[in-house]
């Protein structure tokens, strides 16, 4: 695997990790906001690691005609870039609280790393994957398993990845996944690769932690660190 050179800092940074487990979308929405709102540059980059209950998101510049047939499941607007997505139970969605400019990364450097941390996870376990110039996320042939969406907001980003390891894909036939047309979608599960979530979350953390050459600080659900 190889590392952006934009994506390479002078020296590890530390980066708290919180396991928020189950949660609403909207409600964590609400908190990486504002938590991005109140940082200034003392305060620690964070990533944030759940599942979600069964969520449609659209994205700033979504269009309605992607959203096909949402049927009972809720709809929000986000405000990261991209179209619309999935998310739900047995997909690991991350979202990346980095203060890009104290890390030296440049946006394009942020997506390269995030591509390449869940390329590498796969990897892992046999399964050839790859970006797409076109269309951000991670492909597994002509089958999408990896999503990014992203914004910055004075030199801070957040929101991040979804990840689909052991998950009910039926959803994303009520959708053009991403604002793409007639794609398919897959998951680790299907592939040979993880099916549990907690092994999978590790997987994940440690790709994330080498791609952006970051220390892991362990926090509990209080925001205290974890013994």
Known sequence: MSTPASSTPAS???VSVLDLGRTRYRD???EMRAFTDSRDERTEDQLWLTEHEPVFTQGQAGKPEHL???GDIE???SDRGGQVTYHGPG???GYLLFDLRRMGLTVRGLVSGIENAMIALLADHHIEAAPRADAPGVYVGDAKIGSLGLRV???CCYHGLALNVNMDLEPFSRINPCGLLDIAVTQTADLGGPTDMLSAKEELLGCLASVFHLELRRLDNRGSSAA
Do not use: E
């Open 91 to 93: 997909q690991i969605v």
């Open 28 to 30: 964590v929405f609400d």
């Open 153 to 155: 907001r004075r030199g």
């Open 75 to 77: 709809v929000v607007q």
């Open 12 to 14: 590890c940074r530390t």
């Open 68 to 70: 096909l047939a949402p």
